[in-house]
């Protein structure tokens, strides 16, 4: 049962990804009739929301485009620094909801942040008990439950990350067409698609994990009633 569960959820992660790249692909060679580029956009969402100690940032690496709580920057790669597409604005608003969040205190946000270092802390977990058990160096109780509540903090996080994520399109969405940065019509429904698209990635995420999870704990429950 588990196993088609597992596929199932690699199907639909897989799904999503491809959804993502297909809508980013199509909307990035579609320019906005505002002309802005990403950075600009960001700037000015930021701007709007009395946000002057934020620095937008662009980057060449692999963290991919996000806002860094700790540092106060909005990161962008360089194609959505630079860029004027729709799929450049869509993503700079989106990282700029974050700052407003941040900004608000949004409660979410406060506990993604918060919840970040168990995250770290349990993440090596998922990689080195299997191996470990596999060698016999620990007990197969103790791997089961050590992955469940590696699991469970990961499942925790990404449950925390899924208003976290919506509430920042939503907030893009909005803005971005009170300001006429972006304009009614195909370019709205532009950016609805490519931000709908990457939100299903983080709910493809939480049901692997969640998949992961009760593949650890139900043996043990079961266990248990013996």
């Keep these: 049962m588990f196993l088609l ?13 491809a959804r993502v790249k297909s809508a980013m692909a199509k909307y990035s060679q579609v320019p906005a009739a ?6 600009e956009a960001a700037r000015r969402i930021l701007h709007m929301a009395g946000i002057d ?5 662009s980057h060449d690496g692999m963290m991919g485009d996000h806002y860094d709580p700790i540092h106060k920057r909005l990161v962008l790669s360089r194609e959505n620094f630079a860029g004027r597409s729709i799929a450049a604005l869509g993503v700079a608003a989106h990282e700029a909801g974050h700052a407003i969040q ?9 506990w993604r942040m918060a919840s970040v ?16 058990a596999m060698f016999g160096l ?14 469970g903090v990961m499942m925790l996080f990404q449950l925390i990350t899924l ?3 919506f509430d920042a399109s939503r907030r893009a969405k909005v803005i971005l067409g009170q300001t006429g940065m972006i304009a009614s019509g ?38 248990s009633r013996n």
């Design 5 to 17: 569960l597992f596929i199932g959820t690699m199907a639909i992660s897989l799904f999503a990804m």
């Design 34 to 39: 505002s002309g802005l580029s990403g950075a």
């Design 53 to 57: 100690h934020v620095d937008v940032v």
């Design 102 to 110: 941040d900004k608000l205190g949004y409660a979410p946000l406060q």
């Design 117 to 132: 270092g168990m995250v770290n802390f349990v993440s090596p977990m998922l990689y080195v008990v299997p191996i470990v």
């Design 138 to 151: 620990i007990p197969g109780k103790l791997a089961l439950m050590t992955m469940a509540i590696a699991f």
């Design 163 to 165: 208003p976290v994520e």
């Design 186 to 223: 195909s370019e709205a429904q532009g950016v609805e698609k490519m931000l709908s698209a990457a939100a299903m990635t983080y709910v493809a995420a939480f049901i692997s994990t969640l998949v992961g999870f009760l593949a650890y704990l139900l043996p043990l429950l079961g266990g």
